[in-house]
């Protein structure tokens, strides 16, 4: 392997936006289960805007207190945490995904019959996951790799290869149970591999949240040792890998970056980030 891990700087950072459009919000709570043309968990936005197209008082009303009525899937669990103006705003954005689309008959959409990584849009997921603080959030990324984010300790914990997530025995128990990884563990982070030179090995990491982008990926914020950071993690094209691309504000002397991990192939170890560097950067990780 010529590059096992190598560094490159980066001009300009994504922004961040102020606020989630209702693309975003669809996103994130509902593209698990729902997408345009074809049954996923749940009904297509096809059949939803068949029913729903004028009637968005009902839309907004299943949304709060889902119904059981399919044979066959699962309850969908209650939306009611997101308002009713959001909802509001899902049921416009519904119908537009949906206008001119045409139900795919079964078969022709099956995901497995063509490649993943043509299928697979990105999700986000927060979600209660194996070996991670229940602050987790579950990321599916195009092509065949999913990642868990921690939010407690703000750091990537582990990626996997396959599907997403078993999330069945997550969404029956209401939360009370672990989610299921629908694949294989190719890579595990002993810990965050940046160390700002002013890091405080007693001070907690602070999660400040993040942003969806226009391609569906989030943008995680958070802080550690004084350093404001962002993380967006994406797949290297040909899959054997990821991306991970910082920006950081704050005081930074000098990061140091430990990338000594036996399943990441012929990892050379650590290597320092100057501070002019340090405001944006990528780390590149391959395992194969
Ligand atoms: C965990 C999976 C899941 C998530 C997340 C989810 N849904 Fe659903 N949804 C379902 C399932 C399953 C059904 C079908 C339930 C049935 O028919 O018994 C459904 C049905 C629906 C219906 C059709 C109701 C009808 O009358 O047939 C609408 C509308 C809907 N969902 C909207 C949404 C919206 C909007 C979101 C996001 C804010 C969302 N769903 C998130 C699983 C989900």
Redesign the pocket.
Known sequence: MKHPLFLSVLLAASPLCAADTPAQ??QI??A???AVDQML???SLVE?AG??RDRPDE?VK??IA?????EG?????S?AH?GEPV?RQ?HGY?IAAAAGKTELKKGQGDPYSVPRAMVRRPQVQRIFLPDASPAAIAVALPGDLSFCFDAAECRLRYVWKGGFID?APY?KANGSSLAKLDGEVVYREPSHPLTPGTDDPLATPKFLGYRVGKDGLPTFRYRRGGVEFTETIRPLPDGTGIERAFTTEGKVAQMVTIGAEASISSSTGNFAITAEQSKAFTLTFRWK
Do not use: D
């Open positions: 919000v669809f709570q509902c698990a289960c729902h968990v749940g009904p939803i029913i729903y839309f299943w949304c889902p119904q059981h009525k399919r899937v699962i309850e969908m669990p939306m997101l909802l899902l519904v999330g969404w």
